[in-house]
């Protein structure tokens, strides 16, 4: 599944980063101008809804075209509602499709993984269950997230603003190729050298 692969050279690739800072731009505050502003999981989900525009999942991964592409939401079930803001949003040919899980094991079918802070206490065991799987790990506010393993963390300034990170480590791990328009936006990161 890969896209926005048109437009090669140095010039292709500036316009597919002015493209996707012009996607970004509206995300990265906050307070938005108009009224009412969108809430920061909706902003988040917008986040989450462009990051799988620039990801590539192994050719199994979807036995059809229209497969959709599951979120899962694993932790505090009261955002759910603004992260379904994007539930029916297409990527390519797949629908998003937002599910809610309570527990590590209904997870199995999931493309992208939203880790809520409320299974911060949970992240390592969340990540070693799925650690080779093709799943986009997504959390928020990790510390050491590069150490625990999961592939994007999001994080918000002290401005209001959120920024992301991206484990190419862990993204490899798990055979997800994430095309490089995504990977110019983001503080990228690698997993910690074990000690000599």
């Not at 890969?2 to 010039?11: A, H, L, T």
């Not at 292709?12 to 990265?28: D, E, I, K, T, Y």
């Not at 999931?110 to 070693?128: G, K, N, T, Y």
Request: proline residues 8%; contains cysteine; aromatic residues 10%.
């Amino acid at each position: 599944m890969s896209f926005y692969r048109s437009n090669s050279g140095k010039g292709g690739l500036f316009l597919r980063r002015l493209a996707l800072l012009f996607v970004f731009s509206w995300a990265f505050h906050l307070r938005a101008a108009d009224s009412p502003a969108p809430t920061e999981y909706q902003i988040k989900a917008a986040f989450i809804y462009n990051f799988a525009k620039f990801v590539e999942w192994p050719p199994e991964t979807f036995a059809t075209p229209d497969k959709p592409i599951i979120l899962g939401v694993l932790g505090d079930e009261s955002v759910g509602q603004d992260l379904a803001v994007i539930d029916g949003k297409v990527v390519g040919t797949h629908p998003i499709k937002v599910r809610r899980f309570r527990y590590l094991p209904d997870i199995a079918e999931c493309h992208i993984l939203f880790i809520l802070p409320s299974q911060r206490m949970e992240l390592p065991a969340i990540v070693q269950a799925v650690r080779t799987r093709a799943i986009l790990t997504i959390c928020e506010g990790a510390k050491d997230f590069a150490r625990v393993g999961t592939i994007i963390n999001l994080v918000k300034t002290p401005e209001d603003k959120i920024r992301f990170e991206i484990n190419v480590d862990a993204a490899k791990r798990a055979g997800l190729k994430i095309e490089s328009p995504l990977l110019n936006l983001a503080k990228i990161v690698h997993d910690p050298k074990p000690p000599h």
